[in-house]
């Protein structure tokens, strides 16, 4: 199934994201579950070399780390969480700066423009989601009919350990 960005179970009767700035107060940790897609939707994101491409892209934009995340054809899902703590760069502006990057760097010029403008940014509220949202999607690729079981999709991965910090 392919959803549409206002589809998206987190964003029905959204046309843009909401700009909520990232906060850590009370039980809420500042880990970031983002979803981004490719210009038009053009399924160009799943391959090995772009897989390596943007890993490499979210190292190098370290006012963020990447936590878990999933490259699908034509989305990517990530869990983010700010390195200086809670009031560093915007969300937003980081997605921006690594775009850039990936698209400095990308192998196959012809496929410019690579991103969607936007991206969707939801702040965790609880140690929970972040189990229920990974489950969600690591489910993706056998959803969408890519593979049998989700350990098949070789598109996957963790970068940093990203933990839930319960301060109540």
Known sequence: MKWGMSDHPDHV??????RRPVYESGNLSPIIFLTVCSH???PLFAAHDIHRLLC???RDAARWVVGR???LPDHIHLFCSPVSGPYGEPVHMW???WKALASKRWPRPDEHPIWQVD???TQLRHGDHYGAKWEYVVGNPVRHGLCARPEDWPYQGEIHHLTWHDRT
């Open 13 to 18: 009767g959204r046309r843009h994201p909401a």
């Open 40 to 42: 038009g939707r053009k």
């Open 56 to 58: 490499d892209c979210w």
């Open 69 to 71: 995340y999933m490259i």
């Open 95 to 97: 997605v921006k700066y």
């Open 119 to 121: 991206a969707w940014d």
